[in-house]
């Protein structure tokens, strides 16, 4: 790879000059200056005059050219697969896509976008996706702190504990379905004799539409609380001892503690733990999907996540479900972007 | 690793302990205790319920006991586990031939972009909105990307270029396996890159630099130096990666599409398993929920820190 970009390089080179005399003595130092790695900005000067990869060295470093090889291909495969593909999304959601024949790139406009805006179906998958992502992102927060402080309260057998909260983490979207199916089960699910040991219920979970949301939001909240905890436990862990021991002196109690000094200092868990959640509600199709095994998921339940992926694979209204997707991918771009900034703000990026 | 090894000694220690506590123990620790033990019940009773379900013979008859207790002896049955691993046991297989490559792959093109991208010095204001790019991949949701997926791999004559492979008798339907790995690969290069990196700006600068000093090459640095040091960071992200790619339910129902399909995952045919028309059989759900959950459980039960290490950062 190296040996095929420096004679690229060297062709690039000859091309700029034209084919002068000296052809092979520049050919010859290109050779020498890439293969002896730090001779290679002298060379670079050599070839003043040279082309265009030259002048990009000049630009923007020798380290460019060379790092390129390392990062350019798993770049362009992501940047194809992930900005190229929204940017087609985009193309074919202005489109009228629909059923076997392929896409009429020739004739574009907007109709899609006015078609959802006037669905009923978009809007309270609009709705419901975004109650599923504050809901489930402020309560998993919370509990993951509540859990991440009473970890950190100098516990026996603190490492088992994490490692039993942390467990449902590692499964799929698809077994904690089965799970939370079992266990809001209407006659034997373990929700409703618990409830009904204390003489409540028993209550149809996902049969009832105005309950199965939260009922979704539970389940999810079980599966990602405990991520949360190791997000907020390494942020605890990070704050210096002595900022306990100064609230401690000025007499503050435990909670105030907490709430006064300890978590302020948590903002940057916060921020990076909530994204990622919002990011997980976004992707909770897979649960969704599971819990009735199709692409109609419980009546209360449709996300836009679900309602995107129905209307393309199950009735092919492809320009409509990615027109749907973009409003999608647009709620997502409003929580990363401040993200972004964030970052780059802070200098991480 | 290193905290099996040091459990055994801990656990002593923390029992030495317990009695101690047990001695002088105040309002505050006893609260703090029935909390913990309290979430700990709320963290296990769905798996715990879903195991004692899995060996019951019809969990909606037994009635008469509760559905977190072990079955009664008249109720006790192997036959949904054999049922389950009967249906899913393809599924493992196909989830495996691409889970594995994807997650090989996907870490190596990660670490390669992580060190183009740290280890070299050009200009910082081009990097930004490069990094930014890899970034802001992790969070795309998958939706926005899936009409013009099913439009590309539709395009892509995978079928012809891979007849070779056919010929040695793969059925055709594994074209949906390719898909996956190279799909996998491209989706899960921005973490890697991102864990890779975070790992990477911590490894010490001087060394690289002697040894670029010597006139060792970008790549051979990378391969002398960079790549052994690695190491631990690749756990983490293999192991990251491949909890993420084995649990991953949209792209392979977007490009294998049916369960009944040679090549189907196994978390497509556990999404449609136990479900017929006289009712859905929890039984048989739940064993097969235990057995796809399997290769991500053993993974987490021997590799609980570094799975923690990639999911926190």
């Given at each position: ?31 020498v ?14 070839a ?134 079992w266990m ?70 435990t ?69 749907i ?25 | ?29 006893v ?10 019940a709320?963290y296990l ?36 586990w ?51 790019l ?25 079928a012809e ?113 136990g ?29 609980g ?9």
């Amino acid at each position: 790879m190296r040996e095929f970009l420096s004679s690229i390089r060297t062709r690039l080179r000859r091309a700029g000059r034209g084919g002068d005399s000296d052809d092979t003595d520049v050919t010859t130092a290109g050779r020498v200056a890439t293969d002896g790695g730090t001779a290679a900005g002298g060379a670079a000067g050599a070839a003043k005059s040279g082309g265009f990869l030259d002048r990009l060295d000049e630009r923007v470093g020798e380290d460019f050219t060379e790092s390129a090889v390392f990062w350019l291909p798993p770049f362009l495969l992501m940047g194809l697969f992930v900005y190229g593909a929204i940017a087609w999304n985009f193309v074919i959601s202005l489109t009228d896509y629909q059923g076997f024949v392929g896409p009429d790139y020739s004739d574009l406009d907007f109709e899609m976008y006015v078609r959802a805006a006037n669905d009923a179906g978009v809007i309270e998958a609009t709705i419901n996706t975004f109650l599923l992502v504050v809901s489930f992102t402020a309560i998993a927060l919370a509990f993951g702190l509540v859990l991440a402080i009473l970890v950190d309260r100098d516990i026996r057998f603190e490492n088992t504990f994490r490692t039993i909260y942390l467990l449902p983490m590692s499964l799929s979207f698809v077994v904690t379905a089965q799970f939370w199916l079992w266990m809001y089960n209407y006659n034997n699910g373990v929700v409703n004799i618990l409830l009904g040991a204390v003489g409540i219920g028993p209550i149809n979970w996902i049969g009832n539409s105005q309950i199965v949301l939260w009922a979704v939001v539970f389940a999810l909240v079980w599966q990602f609380s405990g991520y949360t905890m190791v997000v907020y436990l390494a942020g605890l862990r990070a704050i210096p001892n002595e900022h306990y021991e100064a609230a401690r002196v000025d007499g503050a109690s435990t909670l105030k503690m907490y709430w006064r000094v300890i978590i302020p200092q948590l903002k940057g868990s916060t921020i990076s733990a909530a994204i990622v959640l919002m990011v997980f509600a976004l992707k909770a199709f897979d649960f969704l999907y599971s819990l009735v095994s199709g692409y109609r998921p419980p009546n209360g339940t449709d996300i836009l996540a679900t309602k995107m992926v129905r209307e393309a694979y199950s009735v092919n209204n492809w320009a409509y479900a990615s027109a749907i997707a973009i409003i999608l991918f647009l709620m997502a771009l409003s929580i990363i972007g401040p993200y972004l900034y964030y970052q780059y703000s802070k200098g991480e990026l | 690793m290193s905290d099996a090894q040091s459990t055994d000694s801990e656990q002593s220690g923390a029992l030495a302990g317990v009695r101690e506590d047990l001695a002088g123990l105040d309002g505050y620790r006893v609260a703090l205790y029935a909390t913990v033990l309290g979430l700990t019940a709320f963290y296990l009773t769905p798996i715990e319920s879903g195991l004692v379900t899995a060996f019951k013979t019809n969990p909606e008859g037994v009635s008469s006991t509760l559905p977190f207790a072990p079955p009664p002896g008249e109720f006790f049955t192997l036959e949904k586990w054999q049922t389950a691993i009967s249906a899913l046991g393809r599924g493992m297989v196909n989830s495996a031939l691409y889970a594995v490559p994807a997650t090989i792959i996907s870490a190596l093109l990660g670490s390669f972009a992580a060190y183009g991208l740290t280890q070299a010095d050009w200009k910082a204001r081009y990097k930004a909105p490069i990094l930014a790019l890899f970034v802001a991949a992790i969070f795309i949701p998958y939706q926005a990307v899936l009409v013009p997926l099913s439009q590309f791999w539709g395009t892509v004559p995978l079928a012809e270029v891979l007849a070779p492979v056919w010929a040695v008798g793969v059925p055709r339907a594994y074209t949906g396996v390719v898909e996956l790995i190279i799909t996998h690969v491209a989706y899960g290069i921005p973490i890697c890159m991102v864990l890779f990196r975070g790992y990477y700006t911590t490894v010490s600068e001087e060394m690289i630099e002697a040894a670029r000093l010597d006139g060792a090459t970008f790549a051979r640095v990378y391969r002398r130096i960079v790549f052994p040091i690695s190491t631990p960071m690749f756990a983490v992200v293999l192991i990251y990666q491949f909890t993420q790619i084995w649990n991953d339910l949209l792209f392979a129902l977007i490009l294998v599409s049916t369960e009944s399909s040679p090549a189907a995952p196994v978390v497509l045919i556990l999404a449609g398993l136990g479900e017929s028309q006289e009712g859905q059989d929890f039984a048989l759900r739940m064993a097969g929920a235990f057995v796809a959950a399997l290769p991500t459980l053993i993974v987490y039960i021997l590799f609980g820190d570094e799975f923690a290490e990639g999911v926190a950062t």
